[in-house]
């Protein structure tokens, strides 16, 4: 997967970096809560192949917990993740299917 660096959602230079994971990781929770990671796993990718897009481009990446699971169905369609401070480490684990 191709990553860009362009912006962040939380890019402000007072927000402490271990403040943004945090930030993030609250996503994961959210996208459990309410049933997110359902349509991240089965209808977007559903909709990618239906559509006959060529790439896939996610402003604003994060920690990468829905582009990834979006990229590991969908293997042979290029995905770029834009962010402007990366997390090369965690996008390793969550291709890899891992928390």
């Given at each position: 997967m191709q990553y860009a660096y362009h912006f962040e959602f939380c890019e402000r230079?007072?927000?402490?970096?271990?403040?943004?994971?945090?930030?993030?990781?609250?996503?994961?929770?959210?996208?459990?809560?309410?049933?997110?990671?359902?349509?991240?796993?089965e209808q977007v990718p559903q909709l990618v192949v239906q559509s006959g897009a060529a790439r896939v481009v996610e402003l604003g990446s994060g920690s990468g917990q829905g582009l990834a699971r979006v990229a590991r169905a969908l293997p042979d369609v290029p995905m770029l993740a834009t962010d402007k401070y990366p997390h090369p480490k965690l996008w390793a684990r969550r291709l890899a299917g891992l928390p």
């Open positions: 230079p007072e927000m402490p970096e271990w403040l943004r994971g945090d930030l993030f990781s609250s996503l994961g929770f959210i996208q459990d809560s309410f049933g997110l990671r359902r349509v991240l796993d």
